[in-house]
């Protein structure tokens, strides 16, 4: 049953929700189901007579468009459900016992549903996925008591005799990290035994009722901090007695399940003692540094393009890593406040003065106006700084210095961008540059943030510990 154990998608199914506006879908809708795929997306099954109607128009294939086709619902007890993001997929007749019965299958995007509308919300668990107790070490237990009661009552009132019993079960591990972030108290948790599948289900606890806009930056800071994308599945309101209040649900986005198979590595140490370690006061400094950064570094994009980064191939990864640290260089110079100048010529009114000279010199030049045109919009946007000078003032401002692997590594960017072919036996060392060009990224990420005074080296083997100023050393 939904509650604060599970994400509660399974209400629908099991609380007597019926359809009151099928939307998109063929009505009248006489049952209906809803689960999660092996991706993690909301699936819908609904059963209906073969000549059933749907009022959705199709649009014409190859539509960009946003889906906002809707489906709501009500339960026995009057509970407020609803579909969002409906996109039917298949159907099928089948003929039974004399009858026809048509099975639809829709993807949902959004599920929600209102318990308790208006009531007053002290905690928020938000369900995740891909987060396991046994890639890390944990600081603080989860401790679960389970108590089965059972009672035989022998004879009747005025001489019955009864017999209570009382099993209890206990089950303790480390799986849990509690920090504090814009005074806000927040518990990430593991799972306990569910977390032999794949899915590595997890949660995070919110005391009190933060904004869905501050729970996505934190799990975006808790996704780099622990290294491992944190797989959102949607959250449940609760009252300060634990009852429900609400709950959303969302098909999740993995990257096609890839970020499940990545390996699990800290970009920096979050304790003094084990390398794989996490402390409260590191995990604390790192996701508020982070979160206090989120928008003036544009984390959001700066983030998606990190995973993916993470997930592509390695043929074409430099040109997802180049792209991720110039959005990194190019944030931080313009929060700089002008300490790092972004153009050749500051004054506008003399570089618009010297470009005007520049086109007159191109206008009574003897050349095709084609070419003219061409030379002039390379002179009006030949004032900016070159990504190369910008990322050598990024890098002295931060205080960090580059080997010449490193510094190789960040040109390889522009010949996979570019299409150059990879010499025979260059393989291993392309693999060495992605490496580089990763922990290039954690570098500069946790320097301009100062969510922590060190990095992990993933290049060299043993992944050593090293400061951020320190360059992963040459081979």
Sequence with gaps: MPGWENEALSAFNDWHFKFVDSGPLHCPITSFKVSRSDKLNIMLTTTAPADAKSPAVEPPSGTVRINNERATLESIGGLQGEFRGIVTLSYEVTHDGGQSVRAETAKIYHASAQIVPGATTAYIIEWVANLSSRSLTWPDPIRTETVDQKTRTIGRDAYKLVLPTEAKRTQTGMGAAKINVEGVDIYVCCAGRDEDSTMKSASIIYVGNPTQEFRNKIRRALSFTLGTYLVHLGHTCFAADWTMNSFECHSAYSIDKRVFDLPVVMPASLHDKWQGGISNDGLQRSVTALFQCDERLNFADLSWAYWHALCATVHIAPVHWGAAIELLVRRYVESSDGRIPEKLVADNAIWAG??????????????????????????????????????????????????????????????????????????????????????????????????????????????????????VPDA
């Design 354 to 471: 010297l470009v005007g000279r520049l086109e007159r010199e191109v206008d009574e030049t003897a050349i095709p106006e084609s070419a003219r045109d061409s030379l002039k919009q390379t002179i009006r946007g030949a004032n900016r700084v070159s990504i190369r000078s910008l990322m050598d003032a990024v890098l002295e401002d931060v205080g960090i210095v580059l080997g010449q692997e490193e510094r190789r590594a960040w040109r390889r960017r522009n010949e996979a961008a570019h299409g150059m072919e990879l010499e025979a036996g260059e393989e291993l060392e392309l693999i060495r540059d992605v490496k580089l060009l990763k922990v290039l990224f954690h570098r500069l990420l946790l320097g301009v943030s100062r969510a922590s005074d060190n990095y992990i080296d993933q290049v060299t083997p043993g992944f050593f510990i090293r400061r951020i100023p320190e360059p």
